[in-house]
């Protein structure tokens, strides 16, 4: 009777055991946020708008594809961004992943809101993790922003009216390469592994600049 007693105990033991166990959650963890405000130059549409760039590394111990949505929310505005597996860039930088956007805008293009903005990660059983970024209010009025211009000819890219800058080269909007460029000097075709008059008709060039804490972008430039 003792041994039939303890062999139950052991039997209660175990299956408490495994229903712990399965009930373990791994809610996601922010490891790190990198963002920032960018001011944008449509050349196309003659428009001129902020936009807001965030990436986030996320860890979860059930996997990279445990992620299933991501959202920025502003309680000040009461708007907020999503991005899923649908609409987010991945990106990997010395064997760390990324996701998030290079393209986040306010309807009708209005500037981005200032103060907390709350990042939500949560995950597909459903567990959460939240952190916050505090965007700053702008120095700089609008108005007084300096669009980086590009001048293309002659098989050749040259920045004109700053001293530094990247240059971004998209197929319709699939990134091919990156190049440092400096004023007056030419970018030449050993950046882009081909000669420029060779490129693709679709071919975009975006230049982004940094003024201080500011960071300056306009495109698309086409040859």
Do not use: H
């Not at 979860?60 to 708007?79: K, R």
């Not at 609008?142 to 700053?162: A, F, H, T």
Request: proline share 4%; net charge negative.
């Amino acid at each position: 009777m003792k041994m039939i007693k303890e062999l139950l105990k052991l039997s209660l033991n175990i299956v408490i055991f495994i229903s712990l166990y399965s009930c373990t959650v791994n809610p996601p963890i922010i490891n790190e946020i990198d963002w920032d405000v960018t001011f944008f130059k449509d050349e196309e549409r003659s428009l001129e708008y902020e936009i807001l760039n965030v990436f986030l590394n996320i860890y979860d111990e059930d996997g990279e594809g445990d992620i299933e949505t991501v959202f920025l929310i502003s309680d000040e505005s009461q708007f907020y961004w999503e991005l899923n597996s649908n609409n987010w860039d991945i990106k990997v930088e010395n064997e760390t992943r990324w996701i998030g956007s290079t393209s986040l805008v306010m309807p009708n293009r209005s500037p981005i809101p200032r103060g907390p903005i709350r990042v939500f990660v949560r995950d597909l059983a459903g567990e959460s993790v939240d952190d916050k970024i505090y965007i700053s209010k702008s120095r700089v009025e609008p108005r007084d922003i300096i669009y980086p211009e590009l001048e293309l000819n002659d098989n050749k890219i040259v920045l004109l009216n700053y001293d530094s800058g990247v240059v971004d080269i998209y197929l319709d909007d699939l990134l091919l390469t990156s190049g440092k460029i400096l004023k007056g000097e030419s970018l030449f075709k050993e950046v882009f592994k081909r000669d420029l008059t060779e490129l693709n008709p679709n071919i975009s060039l975006y230049v982004t600049v940094k003024k201080g804490d500011l960071k300056i972008k306009s495109g698309p430039w086409n040859f």
